[in-house]
């Protein structure tokens, strides 16, 4: 499609916006399934890649939610 009112479809993981929430270390972050394709989290190389982007960003990585 050449329309030139097209967006462009977005690309994840934005790396873009992980660089700003790095820049936040209060902000928690978790590693879960997309909405649209939640059996992709359970490929072990998806998660791999999302732990090494945790790792490279210094992201405050949660493994659960707290009950208040």
């Excluded at 690309?11 to 939640?38: C, L, Q, T």
């Excluded at 059996?39 to 890649?49: C, F, K, L």
Aim: proline fraction near 7%; hydrophobic fraction near 30%.
């Amino acid at each position: 499609n050449d329309n030139p009112n097209r967006k462009a479809k977005l690309r994840y993981p934005n790396m873009d916006f992980w660089k700003i929430v790095s820049e936040y270390p209060d902000v928690k972050v978790f590693i879960g399934p997309d909405a649209h394709k939640p059996e992709t989290v359970s490929i072990d190389y998806e998660i791999e890649y999302a732990l090494s982007k945790v790792k490279e960003f210094n992201l405050n990585l949660q493994t659960r939610i707290k009950n208040h």
